[in-house]
């Protein structure tokens, strides 16, 4: 029953910026895991950013100093800025982590999904 909702998604043109944010619908402990992936049309789904244990980012070589992950611990939430997009950016982009409920239970989560659109 717990839910990802992303946000900020939209059109813009190439060269520009979007910052997606992800949250839980209703209050949490906390994050675990976090990262984001994206699904381009006709294309299967693919990571783009994560978080792993200890806190070090990975990202795809596609992505890799366009995209910054970011973790806000206080208010449980995640935010992917995204500079200097390409066409090749357009995809649904999805949240995901370990939601934890309580300090003995989580579930890995996605969100629905929010659009980027790259374009002239």
């Known amino acids: 029953q717990v839910q990802l909702v992303e946000s900020g998604g939209g059109l813009v043109q190439p060269g520009g910026s979007l910052r997606l944010s992800c949250a839980a619908s209703r209050t949490i402990s906390r994050l675990g895991t976090p990262g984001w992936y994206r699904q381009a049309p006709g294309k299967q789904r693919e990571l783009v950013a994560v978080v792993s244990s200890g806190g070090t980012p990975n990202y795809a070589d596609s992505v890799k100093g366009r995209f910054t992950i970011s973790i806000n611990n206080a208010e449980n939430t995640m935010s992917l800025q995204m500079n200097n997009l390409k066409p090749e950016d357009t995809a649904v982009y999805y949240c995901?982590?370990?939601?934890?409920?309580?300090?003995?239970?989580?579930?890995?989560?996605w969100g629905r999904g929010t659009q980027v659109t790259v374009s002239s």
């Open positions: 995901n982590a370990r939601v934890w409920v309580s300090p003995a239970m989580a579930f890995n989560t």
